[in-house]
C-alpha cells in the first residue's frame, strides 16, 4: 500500500520561472493538503483541496500560486514567477473521505530551491 | 483560534534515559492532538494521535502522550532513549472547521538529541 507521493523531490528554478510541484494521495483518499516548511520553521498549512474542489486557501500567498486536484491525476501545486524567499520545503498530505478524516498521512516533501 | 505551544527547541538526553517532549494547547473545542516525528530531510511520520478517547494515547517506536485537560497539556514521553530517536517532534492541533477537522496547526517542532 503506497504512501503520499510527491515528485519531484529537489527542485531547483531560477528567479521569475515556474514551478510545479506533484502529489499522489494515498490509495482510496481524496482529500489532499498543502503545507510549507519555511527553513527552521514549523510546517504552515497552504490549502485544502477535495476532488475538483479547493475547501479552504487561506493560507496561500495571495499571488503566484494556485494549487488544484483533478478529478483523474494528481494535484499539483503551481508557484509562477518564482523569488528567493519562496525557497521551502513543500508537503503533501491525504487523509480518507470518512471514518476518520483528521489523521493526515505525509509525503516525503518537495525542496525547492530558488537561484 | 486553535494554538500549540512546544516548550523547548532543543532537547539533548543520553541513550537509555527517558525522554520528555513538552506541548500545551489552546482551543475552544474538544481538540484533536498529534505528534509527528521528522528525520533529517525526510518527510514527517504520524507518531500518535489523540480524539477525545483514552487520555493516555501510545504510539509507534514506545512513545507515548498524556492529554491533561486541567493543564492543557499532551507532552510526549518514552522511558528510554534510542540513537534512532534523534529527529525533530512536531506537536500539532487539528483546526475544526465546519465540523470536518481539516488543516493543521504545527508548533514550532523540538530538536531532539541523543548522547551515546
Known amino acids: 500500500n503506497a504512501g503520499v507521493m510527491q515528485n519531484p523531490r529537489h527542485l531547483v528554478r531560477r528567479r521569475g520561472q515556474e514551478a510545479r510541484l506533484r502529489c499522489s494521495p494515498m490509495k482510496g483518499h481524496s482529500h489532499v493538503y498543502w503545507y510549507r516548511q519555511l527553513p527552521e520553521e514549523g510546517l504552515k498549512f497552504m490549502v485544502y483541496l477535495q476532488k475538483e474542489n479547493i475547501i479552504d486557501e487561506s493560507g496561500m500567498p495571495k499571488e503566484r500560486f494556485s494549487a488544484e486536484f483533478p478529478k483523474e491525476g494528481p494535484s499539483i501545486l503551481r508557484i509562477q514567477q518564482v523569488v528567493r524567499g519562496d525557497s521551502a520545503a513543500y508537503f503533501c498530505a491525504s487523509s480518507r473521505d470518512r471514518g476518520n478524516p483528521d489523521t493526515q498521512y505525509f509525503g516525503p516533501g518537495t525542496r525547492l530551491t530558488v537561484l | 483560534a486553535q494554538s500549540v505551544t512546544q516548550l523547548d527547541s532543543h532537547v539533548s538526553v543520553s541513550e537509555g534515559t527517558p525522554v520528555l517532549l513538552r506541548c500545551n494547547y489552546s482551543s475552544s473545542y474538544s481538540p484533536s492532538l498529534f505528534w509527528y516525528v521528522q528525520h533529517p530531510n525526510k518527510g514527517l511520520q504520524l507518531l500518535l494521535k489523540?480524539?477525545?478517547?483514552?487520555?493516555l494515547v501510545k504510539g509507534i517506536n514506545g512513545f507515548e502522550a498524556e492529554f491533561k485537560k486541567s493543564e492543557t497539556s499532551f507532552h510526549l514521553t518514552k522511558p528510554s532513549a534510542h540513537m534512532s530517536d534523534a529527529a525533530e517532534y512536531f506537536c500539532v492541533v487539528s483546526e475544526e472547521y465546519g465540523g470536518a477537522t481539516n488543516k493543521l496547526i504545527f508548533g514550532t517542532g523540538t530538536l531532539l538529541a541523543v548522547q551515546p
Open positions: 489523540y480524539t477525545s478517547a483514552a487520555t
